[in-house]
């Protein structure tokens, strides 16, 4: 008789402890929730390895069509990217990765729906780890200065 009280309150306390923990989880998913729509949600990764918020590809380049800008931007591409991505932006840089050079290749018309300005900003400000891009945020860059560099890479791109 004693053996099954034993079972039968060893029962309780597994069932009492596992509604607790799920009561606690509860009460932190709502409010983990009711934060949550009160900030921006923060960017996460694609496939890819880039971090880029949904919104990326409607962000539109403050210096569009600035024939400043984009020899401003030519001008700290080479002093940013032309180790990598090479003069003519062809991914042939001294320092270009040889197995991702098809993917550090500016010139290619047929990404330009898949990277308007937006995308294009943050891959440079983000940058990802495989294949390496570094994230230009930590390399002293400004978002305008970013931005002047995706007016000139912008015009690397062949005509389709």
Same mark, same amino acid.
């Given at each position: 008789?004693?053996?099954?009280?034993?079972?039968?309150?060893?029962?309780?306390?597994?069932?009492?402890?596992?509604?607790?923990?799920?009561?606690?989880?509860?009460?932190?998913?709502?409010?983990?929730?009711?934060?949550?729509? $009160?900030? &921006?949600?923060? @960017?996460?990764? =694609? /496939?890819? *390895?880039? +971090?880029?918020?949904?919104?990326?590809?409607?962000? !539109?380049?403050?210096?569009?069509?600035?024939?400043?800008?984009?020899?401003?931007?030519?001008?700290?591409?080479?002093?940013?990217?032309?180790?990598?991505?090479?003069?003519?932006?062809?991914?042939?840089?001294?320092?270009?990765?040889?197995?991702?050079?098809?993917?550090?290749?500016? $010139?290619? &018309?047929?990404? @330009?729906?898949? =990277? /308007?300005? *937006?995308? +294009?900003?943050?891959?440079?400000?983000?940058?990802? !780890?495989?294949?390496?891009?570094?994230?230009?945020?930590?390399?002293?860059?400004?978002?305008?200065?970013?931005?002047?560099?995706?007016?000139?890479?912008?015009?690397?791109?062949?005509?389709?």
């Amino acid at each position: 008789m004693r053996t099954r009280w034993s079972l039968f309150t060893v029962a309780g306390l597994i069932f009492a402890g596992g509604f607790a923990a799920s009561a606690r989880q509860a009460t932190t998913s709502s409010t983990a929730t009711s934060t949550s729509t $009160t900030q &921006a949600q923060p @960017a996460r990764p =694609n /496939p890819n *390895g880039w +971090v880029l918020p949904e919104n990326a590809a409607d962000e !539109k380049n403050p210096f569009a069509d600035d024939p400043k800008a984009v020899a401003a931007g030519k001008e700290l591409f080479t002093k940013n990217c032309e180790r990598c991505h090479g003069s003519a932006g062809k991914g042939d840089g001294k320092d270009a990765d040889p197995d991702a050079m098809q993917d550090m290749d500016l $010139t290619v &018309a047929k990404r @330009a729906t898949r =990277n /308007p300005d *937006g995308v +294009v900003f943050y891959k440079v400000w983000n940058g990802r !780890k495989k294949p390496k891009m570094p994230a230009f945020k930590d390399e002293g860059l400004t978002k305008d200065q970013v931005w002047q560099i995706v007016s000139y890479a912008q015009t690397l791109r062949a005509k389709q």
